[in-house]
């Protein structure tokens, strides 16, 4: 019994190391060549990965109990993840960006996670509302309104989800009339990431009235500029996590938007609403990874600190046994997200 | 001032947070699959030579760096961080693990001499092995003055300000240029290598022409090793074999 604890207390000190993936009990790894898919990171993976890992450390980690005990918008680590390169990472590079698939962004991701998921939602959620533009966006619409986003940095949001309907997008109500050149918007829309930081939303509206057409046709996408007339931004929701990411209500009362904006044509939104989620929800999953990890680092660390019953944390069954399944989740969530 | 050419040279080593392992045969320590970066120092002094380019006191930065293959990541990460030019001076695997202090002060004696550069940074020391002589050595050998441990390093018209830190305190030196600079601790706080700068740089090296020069020395024509280096049996990290490459040859 005694020389469990005592291996699972040296285990757990490893694993509470920094780098704790990086840690070999075997004196080499063997690298025999061999058929199949190599799924070792690339030389600049890694580096991403170390940029990412040690602003996340270095810079997110100290500041993340302030902002959540604020409540603050993170400015100032935004801006510096942005000068890093961390941020608009699927941007062309015809628009000024890095042109990165969504492995690298998940990369990423997990790595910004792991230091707090508010500062990674906010940095999140603009590749969000950038996907349908880079899914569905001409070259006039990429080049402004992505190059916006290289030059400055500046937030977008993606409003889609309505207080009538988020899971159901097909049953959301903001209606958009087309009059002469323009759309006129009218609806409501709820828990809006970023929606009080943007420069610019993306909004999935119903421009088919009739009821009986079918969703891929009644619903169009459009790029809106947040200092539109009409645009209401509601007050900041207090969530119970993430609390210093920005999710708001936005009311749309009379917004006009150009015909230049409408992405594709009209009865087109539906689809590139689907297509924005494909490519967006991996990176959600990776920053519940992050997360994940940090919590079991927090966790090792503690048990290995605190003493109860004249004993450490990790000597007691208890919470060795917890910590056990944290790790046995650790890796099924990572297993199951690779 | 803006004319002058800096060399800084980096070493690649384990990652300061990895928990080292000692091989179960003893004669050292586990670098297999091991997570390795750029020595801490080093990237101070890359950090430095790159301010000083930014501040146009110096017009090019030339990153260095001594062994097998794998340094190339870290010469593609001086890159990133701003340098202009790597060279790789390729040591076969092989013989990497007898390349010491004094074998290193020779190729960069002899790199700083053929590139004809002002200024020679270095960290002060490596986080593997604690030497603390490369940068000496190399200024014993080039004949130039050095300014170890700097905490602080400026230009004042054609002479180097230096201001080390020493058991007693600082201590100022002002060093005629060419000279070799150690970084300490307190001389910078490193930049990040940014994502697009990283994207740039990640083709360098291999067989790709751009900025990079192999050492044209006859290091891999596997002349009898010329130098030997005998080393106490360290008990646990066990006795390194008495070798060294023929960088005797390289050195003429």
């Not at chain 1, 061999?34 to 799924?39: D, H, S, T, V």
């Not at chain 1, 006039?140 to 989800?161: D, F, H, I, S």
């Not at chain 2, 990652?15 to 586990?30: E, H, L, Q, S, Y």
Request: aromatic letters at 6%.
């Amino acid at each position: 019994m005694a020389a469990v604890f005592s291996r699972s207390c040296r285990v757990l000190k490893s694993v509470s190391r920094f780098d704790w993936r990086s840690q070999h009990t075997k004196a080499a790894l063997q690298h025999e060549p061999k058929l199949g898919f190599n799924f070792e990171l690339t030389e600049q993976q890694k580096e991403f990965q170390a940029t990412a890992r040690k602003f996340a450390r270095e810079e997110i980690i100290p500041v993340a109990a302030e902002y959540d005990k604020s409540g603050e918008y993170p400015v100032p680590l935004i801006k510096r993840a942005w000068e890093l390169g961390l941020m608009n990472t699927h941007i062309p590079e015809s628009c000024g960006g890095l042109g990165l698939g969504i492995f690298d962004a998940c990369l990423i991701t997990e790595e910004l996670a792991y230091g707090c998921t508010g500062v990674q939602t906010a940095i999140e959620a603009n590749s969000l509302g950038q996907m349908p533009l880079l899914i569905a966006g001409n070259d006039q619409q990429q080049k402004k309104y992505l190059g916006r986003l290289t030059e400055e940095p500046l937030m977008c949001a993606y409003c889609v989800t309505e207080p009538v309907a988020g899971s159901d997008v097909a049953g959301i109500k903001t209606k958009a009339e087309r009059k002469g050149d323009e759309y006129i918007i009218n609806g409501q829309k709820m828990w809006i990431t970023n929606g009080g930081k943007a420069n610019w939303y993306f909004l999935l509206a119903r421009s088919d009235p009739d009821p009986k057409t079918p969703a891929n046709r009644a619903f169009t996408g459009f790029i809106v500029e947040a200092d539109t007339p009409g645009v209401q931004i509601g007050r900041k929701e207090l969530n119970m996590g993430q609390r210093c990411s920005d999710t708001r209500g936005i009311v749309f009362e009379d917004v006009r938007v150009p015909k230049e904006n409408v992405l594709i044509g009209e009865g087109a939104g539906f689809k590139i609403a689907m297509g924005a989620f494909d490519k967006t929800r991996p990176p959600v999953a990776a920053g519940a990874v992050g997360l994940a990890q940090r919590a079991l680092d927090e966790a090792t660390k503690y048990a290995l600190e605190r003493k109860t019953f004249g004993k450490l944390l990790v000597e007691i069954y208890e919470g060795t046994a917890q910590i056990q399944r944290l790790i046995i989740a650790r890796e099924h969530i990572g297993r199951y997200k690779n | 001032m803006a004319e002058l050419r800096a060399l800084v040279a980096v070493k690649r080593v384990i990652d300061f947070a990895v928990k080292i392992r000692v091989k179960p045969d003893k004669t050292g320590v586990v670098t297999d699959g091991v997570k390795h970066s750029m020595n801490p120092f080093c990237e101070i002094a890359v950090e430095e030579a790159v301010r000083l380019k930014e501040k146009k006191l110096v017009k090019e930065v030339i990153a260095v760096s001594c062994g097998p293959a794998q340094c190339q990541e870290t010469i593609r990460t001086a890159l990133a961080m701003g340098a202009d030019r790597g060279i790789h001076v390729e040591v076969p695997a092989a013989e990497a693990d007898c390349l010491g202090p004094l074998q290193v002060a020779r190729v960069l004696a002899k790199l700083a001499a053929k590139e004809k550069v002002d200024l020679l940074l270095l960290g002060k020391q490596a986080i593997d092995d604690d030497c603390n002589q490369t940068g000496q050595m190399t200024a014993g050998l080039l004949d130039w003055p050095q300014g170890t441990f700097a905490s602080q390093v400026t230009l004042e018209g054609d002479k180097l300000k230096v201001e080390r830190e020493i058991d007693g305190g600082l201590e100022t030196l002002r060093l005629k240029l060419p000279a070799v600079v150690t970084a300490d601790l307190r001389l910078n706080e490193p930049r990040y290598a940014t994502l697009p700068n990283i994207m740039t740089w990640q083709s360098w090296g291999g067989g790709c022409r751009r900025g990079r020069r192999r050492s044209s020395s006859p290091v891999n024509s596997g002349c009898p090793c010329a130098e030997s280096q005998e080393e106490e049996d360290r008990g646990d990290q066990g006795r390194r074999p008495g070798c060294g490459p023929d960088l005797q040859a390289l050195c003429g």
